[in-house]
């Protein structure tokens, strides 16, 4: 699945980073959703995108 928009991704960037960061899910969990956890702790659905196209 792809995002067609950024302003979302990062949305949900930031709530699986600030569910992460409360315990309310564990870094299993977040793996789970594809993501690295250093992609979660970046910040930047940006910068994911740019560092995967580049894959």
Known sequence: D???DAATGQG???YFLRALNSGAITEQEVLATGL????IRGRSFKKILENRAKK
Do not use: G, R
């Open 36 to 39: 690295t956890l250093d992609e």
């Open 2 to 4: 792809v995002f067609d």
């Open 12 to 14: 949900l960037l930031n």
